[in-house]
């Protein structure tokens, strides 16, 4: 359990763009795989919603979604 921790707590600050490089040339990913990452990962919003208010959307690029 703490390993599992530890790794999602490394993903909550890796750059989107180092993720994608480090899949790439470290585990070959490529093609129709690294398109779909990439896919995922690009123009990622968040909001905030409490009671009846939601929060304008804010890109980040860095995390990865959780959930």
């Known amino acids: 359990m703490l390993t599992l921790l530890d790794l999602s707590a490394a993903f909550d600050s890796i ?3 180092t993720l994608l490089q ?3 040339k470290s585990y070959g990913l490529g093609g129709a795989v690294a398109d779909w990452f ?6 990622l919003t968040q909001s905030i919603h409490l009671s009846s208010t939601t929060s304008a959307p804010s890109a980040f690029a860095y995390g990865v979604p959780q959930g």
Do not use: C, E, F, V
């Open 15 to 17: 750059d989107h763009g």
């Open 22 to 24: 480090r899949l790439q």
């Open 38 to 43: 990439d896919s995922y990962l690009s123009d």
